[in-house]
């Protein structure tokens, strides 16, 4: 009997995995491969790794740049007035097909957008939908032709409508008209449509790969589509900022006409038969995997770090390392005390000491922000300090116990200081009210997930408790801290982060009072008048005067306490070929471009 399941074993391995299929090893997993949930309550990094090539929308991000650009849209929106509507007529290529066979449509486009801002409205559909076609903006769609569609906003906002509504992923009606008609009819709840199978049953994709097969807790396997109808097209880059996007079949557009030298050109695919999401419980059995051949690139928003790296070379491993733009933070629960106190929060961002920690412990692996919007976004940062950074370690913990003493709180032992020199530790913190501070429990990542984060918690626990700030850090995975942060809100801090930061969109998600993802329950009317302000802002160079105030207030309220950005160093496989490597925040950043990369045998 073990003979012959042995056998069954080495059969069914080159049907699961074949020469060319893209074996990507991931950390987390999605909750339910259903894109209302995925998108919705659930969505996170992880979910947009395994959905980025399975749908694709009326517009995109470029390249390397990051310019809009056209993808299931023939051209940019043509913009009119209505009556008091804003008007965004779009049309859409020819030629363009579901994974089915089917051809995908305008009545695909407005089925998409109409039932989700009326899920939204109506039925509680949550997560990023609700700024993908948020109802303050968008108001309906309509069919015009087979080919194109009016969108109907109610203001503009580039936000709002160019990188939500504009760039929401796009559904077939088709396959999911009979489930969002049942809700949207009122006669089933939300999470009815958040249960369809749709591994069993998967819904037909846009992009160059379909869900196929799905083994819980251990691999998520997508196969290529037949003749895509995309295969071949080109996206081209000029040294005069032009862009030009050329199809096989004739589609041709450009934001400008092109001079001087090329300096990308990007090929879609697919060029490999499928790809499998293998699931590894931490970074280092995934990065043992690369080097045993077992996985082709390590897919994590985190990269690689230190030992796992040197264990790779000289193995048949490409290492890169792109700067990022992935801001680390710690978040307060401002329902609490002594949380709510803004001089707390100010006592804690001169006790985590960054430029220390960065310089003396992470041997310069990370770079130290205070901004949630970092400089390597250039057109967005403000120069903003949090702390006096020419205070060295000793100065930075008698300034904390300073603000807090001139806040009014007070110790059962208090910390005693010999100079800028802490010589006796504090002890029972006490809070204006009068109460004792309980121990703040303080979630951060594993070591195995994220050893920066890890080590953080450890110091920002130390630091604290020698001054009387009772911090135990709790380590946690990824999930968890989302469960505990998100869903029960029960915590008083955490240490997370945040994917690529491109626009000021998560300034609004997580600190507008009225946001669902406002996890630290922030609420500053100055603050959201200037959200709103951004939110209705459709020329750039004042959205950016704006974004600037916001961070500035930030930088004063300190909500979140922005940590640091990593150093992204990641790890791929030398049979893999991409069209380029070096990208802002890294491969990961663009999803580890699995319908551009090729595979080879070297």
Excluded at 258 to 277: A, C, N, Q, W
Excluded at 307 to 323: A, E, P
Excluded at 324 to 340: H, K, M, Q, V
Aim: hydrophobic residues 40%.
């Amino acid at each position: 009997m073990k003979k012959l399941f042995i056998l069954l074993v080495v059969l069914f391995v080159p049907i699961l995995a074949t020469a060319s299929t893209l074996r990507y090893a991931i950390l987390v997993e999605p909750k339910a491969l259903n894109v209302w949930v995925d998108y919705g309550p659930h969505a996170n990094t992880w979910s947009r790794y395994v959905f980025s090539s399975k749908y694709r929308s009326l517009y995109r991000f470029s390249h390397i740049t990051f310019d809009f650009v056209p993808d299931l849209a023939a051209d940019l929106p043509k913009v009119s007035r209505e009556g008091s509507y804003l008007v965004y007529t779009v049309k859409l290529r020819k030629g363009l097909k579901w994974s089915d066979g089917s051809p995908i449509t305008s009545e695909d486009v407005a089925f998409t957008l109409n039932s989700a801002v009326n899920l939204v409205k109506k039925a509680g559909l949550s997560g990023n939908w609700v700024s993908m076609t948020d109802p303050h903006f968008l108001e309906k769609v309509k069919v015009v032709d087979e080919y194109t569609v009016k969108i109907y906003l109610k203001k503009a906002g580039f936000l709002r409508v160019e990188y939500g509504i504009l760039m929401a992923p796009i559904l077939q009606k088709k396959y999911w008209d009979r489930y969002v008609g049942k809700v949207l009819e009122g006669k089933k709840k939300i999470d009815y449509l958040y249960s369809v199978n749709t591994v069993d049953n998967p819904d037909p994709s846009s992009g160059p790969f379909v869900l196929e097969k799905w083994e819980r807790g251990a691999f998520i396997r997508l196969k290529a589509v037949n003749d895509y109808f995309d295969k071949g097209c080109t996206e081209e880059h000029y040294e005069n900022g032009a862009i030009v996007l050329k199809c096989k079949n004739g589609y041709f557009w450009e934001n400008k006409p092109p001079s001087g030298k090329r300096t990308l050109r990007v090929e879609m695919g697919p060029f490999v038969d499928g790809i499998i999401y293998r699931v590894y419980q931490n970074v280092s059995s995934a990065v043992q995997a690369l080097r045993a051949g077992k996985v082709d690139f390590v897919l994590n928003p985190n990269g690689i770090q230190g030992g796992d790296v040197s264990s790779l070379k000289g193995s048949n491993v490409n290492i890169i390392t792109n700067d990022s733009i992935n801001p680390r933070y710690l978040a307060f629960n401002l329902d609490r005390s002594p949380e709510r106190y803004r001089a707390f929060r100010k006592a804690m961002a001169y006790i985590i000491d960054m430029d220390f920690l960065s310089k003396r412990v992470l041997m310069g692996s990370v770079t130290p922000i205070d901004s949630l919007i970092p400089k390597g976004n250039v057109f967005w940062h403000a120069s903003v300090e949090i702390v006096d950074h020419n205070l060295n370690h000793n100065q930075r913990i008698k300034k904390a116990y300073e603000i807090l003493k001139n806040a009014g709180f007070r110790w059962v032992i208090e910390p005693k200081f010999s100079g800028s020199k802490l010589v006796k530790r504090g002890k029972g913190l006490i809070d204006p009210q009068g109460n004792i501070v309980r121990e703040l429990k303080l979630l951060a990542p594993t070591e195995s997930y994220d050893p920066l984060r890890s080590i953080i918690a450890l110091y920002v626990e130390k630091w604290s408790n020698d001054l009387g700030i009772p911090v135990k850090a709790y380590f946690m995975d990824f999930k968890s801290i989302i469960r505990k942060a998100y869903y029960d809100r029960d915590f008083d801090m955490f240490i997370l982060g945040w994917g690529p930061v491109r626009t000021p969109d998560h300034l609004v998600n997580y600190l507008y009072s009225k946001s669902v993802f406002n996890v630290t329950h922030y609420s500053n009317p100055d603050f959201d008048y200037l959200v709103e302000k951004l939110l209705s802002c459709s020329n750039l160079k004042k959205a950016r005067k704006i974004a600037f105030k916001m961070q500035d207030m930030i930088s004063r309220d300190l909500p979140y306490i922005p940590l640091f950005v990593p150093k992204i160093v990641e790890a791929y496989s030398k049979k893999l070929v991409f069209p380029y490597t070096k990208v802002q925040s890294g491969l990961q950043s663009v999803y580890g471009l699995v319908e551009y990369v090729k595979k080879v045998d070297r």
